[in-house]
């Protein structure tokens, strides 16, 4: 290559020595080393708990998130007496901060199918028209070019800002299906979903292009939405988002920024590596159900010894959450379900054996003492496989159900936030070559 003679200048003149992290103090992730985050705001719209503090001692403890004060057990508990449209009033609530009325509700639905369609200029030209084999790529492109389709892109108006983020809401589904479509299919039907779907059983339309789904499928889709629509202000995606709103940019910009910061492999696509790691264990744990077995191969793992050798058992620990999370303790109860109308006990079974074997195989090998337990992207990925949903939009799906909170974090930036986010870095002198 024409530049390669500058390969090791470049990494030399960009590194800067740990030591002067650790001289200087610096936050490095903005968190302290304890692991908690460094306060760089405020927020009532979610809150994400997963330690305590006693006598000046971090306890771990089960964890907590709230969607503007309501416990996602109680949310769950909540959206369960109605039959469908599950996300929707979750949308709602992250929004405008309560449950919709029956009036309220009635004229939502009836916006999100009128705006689910797609302007054919992105269409044709974004989503046909240029090639690429990511779909969280063909996402962003497509977001940036909603732009250009809104007479007034850059209002700062909060109500304004509040009927965008509806409008770009109800077409992610049919973007993220789509932009699958026009990748993995020659001349695929880009099927408009008959109105009276809601937003996972118009997803699944779309993305089966056509075929049937049962009702326990689209409402398992639907509590994922649920369960991935808010992670608190301080997550990557969303504090990007804030990042990009607090310059006084559009929405479309924000939310391109978003979604770029969830394409990354260390926020958005854990999911994806649970479901390649467990198709490692399976092709090499003869017997499921054997406790000793599965052990011994998670002890290879943690002592990189084989799959990734990265020593990481994907899907356990977190980042806020120590004890539990409360989101895969939800979801693994209906995956629980899923697994036995998909009659795939078995796998589910074995899902079972590593969350309850490897934390015990993690303290032993690494003597470390931190508490780890599954996440959501532990039991994720296997929902999204029973669904016949390709691990290509795992990431994608995870995209469709956050920007919600995107949005309503972005209201409250506009509202609350009235300064630019503009975090200090030091000047380090370095010997340049």
Not at 63 to 81: A, E, M, P, V
Not at 156 to 179: C, G
Not at 287 to 313: A, F, M, Q, T
Not at 319 to 339: G, M, N, W
């Amino acid at each position: 290559m024409i530049f390669e003679s500058l390969a090791d200048a470049i990494i030399k003149n960009n590194s800067i020595d740990n030591y002067l992290y650790e001289k200087e103090d610096v936050k490095r992730g903005l968190r302290h080393k304890d692991g908690k985050g460094v306060i760089a705001g405020l927020t009532s719209i979610g809150a994400v708990v997963g330690l305590k503090e006693e006598n000046g001692v971090t306890i771990p403890t089960d964890g907590i998130l709230k969607y503007r004060g309501k416990s996602i057990s109680d949310i769950t508990q909540h959206i369960k007496q109605f039959d469908r449209y599950w996300y929707e009033r979750i949308v709602f609530l992250l929004l405008v901060g309560r449950y919709p009325t029956e009036s309220e509700f009635k004229n939502l639905l009836q916006y999100f199918t009128a705006q689910r369609f797609i302007p054919d200029s992105t269409l044709d030209h974004i989503i046909k028209g240029i090639p690429s084999k990511s779909v969280m790529n063909k996402l962003i492109m497509s977001i940036a070019s909603l732009f250009a389709d809104d007479p007034d892109p850059n209002s700062l108006d909060p109500y304004h800002n509040f009927v965008k983020s509806l409008s770009i809401i109800a077409k992610i589904p049919s973007i993220v299906a789509y932009a699958y479509l026009s990748y993995n299919r020659e001349n695929p039907d880009y099927l408009i979903p008959p109105e009276d779907l809601s937003m996972s059983e118009s997803f699944l339309y779309m993305v089966r292009e056509g075929a049937h789904f049962t009702k326990a499928e689209s409402e398992i889709l639907d509590l994922c939405f649920v369960l991935h629509a808010e992670h608190g202000g301080g997550n990557n995606s969303t504090f990007a988002c804030k990042v990009v709103t607090s310059s006084g940019s559009d929405i479309y910009s924000s939310l391109c920024a978003a979604v770029g910061s969830l394409k990354g492999p260390l926020h958005g696509s854990a999911n994806e590596k649970v479901m390649d790691m467990m198709e490692n264990i399976k092709l090499h744990v003869a017997n499921w159900d054997d406790p000793k077995e599965i052990s011994e191969y998670l002890e290879k793992i943690v002592r990189k010894e084989v799959y990734d050798k990265s020593g990481k058992i994907y899907g356990l620990g977190h980042a806020v959450y120590t004890k539990s999370d409360p989101r895969a303790i939800i979801l693994k109860e209906k995956a629980k379900e899923l697994a036995l109308e998909k009659n795939r006990g078995a796998e589910f079974r074995l899902y079972e054996h590593i969350e309850e074997l490897a934390p015990k195989v993690f303290a032993e090998i690494t003597k470390n003492e931190k508490v780890i337990a599954p996440n959501v992207d532990f039991y994720s990925g296997f929902v999204y496989d029973c669904l016949d949903i390709p691990v290509k939009i795992y990431t994608p799906i995870f995209a469709l159900a956050r920007t919600s909170g995107w949005c309503a974090h972005r209201l409250e930036e506009i509202l609350s936030g009235k300064r630019i986010i503009r975090p200090g870095y030091k000047y380090i002198e370095i010997e340049y070559t």
